[in-house]
């Protein structure tokens, strides 16, 4: 009878604390959290925000990929959209988010535009805020 006691308890105990994991300090410089693998969960939260802030503020990797769509959309589109519309056939050179997301890189809100097409477009949308509203 005793001894069945006792074994129900070492087995209990043994569950609750998981002996076989080796417990390592967090991976954060000077964090002495004692965690089964990473982060403890304070620094699991931190890194979460910076690979978020990260992420929002790659800059560098966002202009590179800009620039591989481009590069891919002028092909595709050689001459100003707007232009083909009236019947020019003037290079393209800007890609123009059709929508005015820049965020937006789907294939169908890119449009290629000359310059002067893309810059009359930008000021139209930011028609209102100082700017003449050219028609
Ligand atoms: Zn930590
Ligand atoms: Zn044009």
Redesign the pocket.
Known sequence: MVTVVVVVGLGRRGGDSMPSKPLRPCLHVGCSQLVSAGYCDQHKKDKQTYDRHRGSSTERGYGARHRRIREVVRREEPL?R??LKSG?L?P?NEMDHIDGNALNTERTNLQM??K??HSRKTIREQGGFGNKVIH
């Open positions: 100003c707007e232009c020019e003037t393209s535009l000359c002067a097409c």
